[in-house]
């Protein structure tokens, strides 16, 4: 076993290739990839239909086995893996499912039982550490009922406890929040946030929705046909010239037609209670406009973009252009 | 011709019925019991070795699995379409290997047992695939064997499925018993055929219909209830 030290890389996977499929009906769903993934640290992939989000995860815990390249989980490579050695690697690493996935001829505590029978693990050991990780995910007295007699944020809940119960150290998501209400999707973010602070658990997960991504992670990957287009810490990422994640995140919209300068803002955890917009009319002498602006604030965060129309000469828009940067704001002047 | 004005007449009535019935409970009791163990296990295995199953590789090899599934799908379809009477003639040197004879009760349970098998094992199979292919992999993440995934995923799931393909069954073989019974399987088919039939009387016939109406909503009710309370989709 190799230590946790926080830091140190938890899944790396480099140059994985899949393709599906041959001749003119072939489909290359990986191509190339590579991804890394920190101990302890939340990891979105992003992408639209068809990027090849599901096949990756699915290489992770060897549900899809790769044409070629590495997957290193905890210091195993799990492309090679088989038999028994395989499914105690699986025990490693948990996984939950946009549909859930659970038995409908169990119980609510059966289902997260079924976790620890695979494990090996005695009745009353059973028992118990079902009811304990229920508790953990809020689903106290839920034990007996059936899922169908469940909600859908309540199933999800049912889906983390069993895929926690064997205490892995990596935690797959394949779009564990598509099929859940806006409201519900928050409450099972933050409790895949708060379980993998509180349990030290890397989790890697996949969604097409931008919002998981910027309520939940600590890094992100692009990914489109097959290949991962960007990936860092999405606060890097977001001060990025022309990233991706950062249109993508608070979509600005299109420049509309004017004969001013046009500037984005990113502010990215700066607590904007600074009028940074009416100090630098104030002390430029410009009539700021504001074209467009996507900001929210996350986890008590203020973060997002805004766009500025600064009219007048070059060298005032480029004084306050200056200054704003001083201010420890991240500038792209668009035009 | 039997004496409907004979005072024995419905007392012996009585004694025939029952005394096929217990007969066909044997008779159908047994060849289900061989039914389920061996249906069940070849609807299994005609799902789980499909291309993409769970055991479409057996024993590490790709073409032994695709071999048992073909076999095992033409068998099926073989033992689906012969029609009952002409397996069952076909049977008797088999059946009097099994059994030392081919007629009688016992006798009886080997057409019934392999009539019955291609019967199930088509419901086995209609109601495993129903289970979703999600519940399978969910098991696979958490590191299940094929064997854990087999009896505790797609059969535990199945079994509300299962339980109507039962009752469904049993159905069939109370009505195969009776046909065998003609030919001098036992049972209540005997007593219709050669009480009824063969010595003109309809209170036997009678008797006999009625009873076999009555075994089958019973059989049939049963299934159904079974599996309304076994299922909690
Ligand atoms: N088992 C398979 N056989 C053939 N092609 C497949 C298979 N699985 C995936 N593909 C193809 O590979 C590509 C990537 O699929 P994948 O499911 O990984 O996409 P995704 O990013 O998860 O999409 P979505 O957001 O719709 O779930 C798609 O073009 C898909 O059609
Ligand atoms: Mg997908």
């Known amino acids: 076993m190799i230590p946790a030290t926080t830091g140190s890389t938890m899944i790396s996977v480099s140059r994985v290739s899949k393709t599906y499929g041959s001749g003119a009906a072939a489909v290359r769903a990986l191509d190339d990839v590579s991804l890394s993934v920190s101990r302890g640290e939340i990891f979105g992939v992003v992408g639209q239909s068809g990027a090849g989000k599901s096949t990756l995860i699915r290489t992770i815990n060897s549900l899809e086995r790769p044409d070629s390249g590495s997957v290193l989980v905890d210091g195993r490579e799990m492309t090679t893996l088989s038999g ?13 499912f946009q549909h859930f996935n659970l038995l409908s001829s169990r119980t609510v505590q059966a289902n997260v039982e079924l976790s620890l029978e695979i494990t090996g693990a005695g009745r009353p050991a059973r028992r118990a550490r079902a009811l304990e990780i229920l508790e953990l995910v809020g689903l106290h007295g839920k034990a007996q009922a059936y899922p169908a007699q469940l909600s859908g944020g309540q199933k999800q809940r049912v889906g983390i406890a069993r895929a926690l119960a064997s205490s892995p150290s990596v935690l797959l998501s394949d779009e564990a929040t598509s099929a859940l209400d806006p409201e519900t999707t928050r409450q099972i973010l933050d409790l895949i946030r708060e379980l993998s602070k509180d349990l030290g658990l890397t989790v890697l997960l996949i969604t097409h929705e931008m919002d998981v991504v910027k309520r939940i992670c600590d890094s992100a990957a692009v990914m489109s046909g097959g290949r991962i287009l960007e990936q860092g810490p999405v606060d890097q990422l977001l001060t990025t010239e022309k990233s991706l994640l950062g249109q993508a995140l608070f979509p600005l919209g299109e420049i509309p037609e004017t004969s001013s300068a046009v500037v984005e803002i990113t502010f990215n955890g700066v607590t904007t209670d600074r009028p940074v917009i009416a100090q630098l009319a104030r002390k430029h002498g410009i009539d700021v406009g504001i074209l467009g602006a996507a900001v929210e604030t996350i986890h008590g965060r203020q973060t997002g973009r805004t766009r500025l129309e600064l009219p007048g000469d070059e060298l005032t828009v480029a004084g306050a252009v200056e200054d704003l940067r001083s201010q420890g704001l991240f500038v792209e002047v668009i035009k | 011709m039997i004496d409907r004005n004979d005072p024995y007449f419905w007392a012996d009535l009585l004694d025939t019925i029952l005394k096929g019935t217990g007969e066909t409970f044997y008779t159908v009791g047994l060849s289900l019991l061989f039914t389920v163990i061996f249906g069940l296990a070849t609807g299994v295995l005609l799902v789980a070795t499909e291309a993409g199953g769970l055991l479409s590789k057996l024993f590490g090899s790709r073409a032994l699995g695709f071999f048992v599934n073909r076999v095992l799908d ?16 076909l049977l008797i040197p088999f059946t009097r290997l099994l059994t030392g004879s081919f007629i009688g ?22 109601g495993i695939r129903e289970v979703p292919v999600g519940l399978v992999e969910a098991a696979q993440s958490l590191g299940a064997t094929r064997w854990t995934i087999l009896t505790k995923v797609m059969v535990a799931e199945a079994v509300p499925a299962l339980a109507l393909g039962l009752s469904t069954t049993v159905v069939g073989l109370i009505g195969y018993s009776a046909m065998v019974g003609a030919v001098g399987g036992g049972g209540l088919g005997d007593v219709a055929f050669r009480y009824g039939y063969q010595r003109y009387s309809p209170e036997y016939m009678f008797g006999v219909v009625i009873l076999l109406v009555l075994l ?14 076994l299922s909690h989709r």
């Open chain 2, 105 to 126: 009760p016992t006798a009886a349970i080997v057409p019934l047992t392999i009539a019955g098998i291609p019967f199930f094992a088509r419901l086995v199979e209609i």
């Open chain 2, 216 to 229: 089958v909503q019973v059989f049939q009710s049963l299934g159904n209830f079974a599996a309304r309370r």
């Open chain 1, 84 to 96: 028994a050695e395989l499914r105690a690697a699986r025990h490693n690493i948990g996984m939950i």
């Open chain 2, 74 to 89: 033409v068998v099926v379809n073989i033992g689906r379409s012969v029609p009952f009477i002409i397996l069952m003639i």
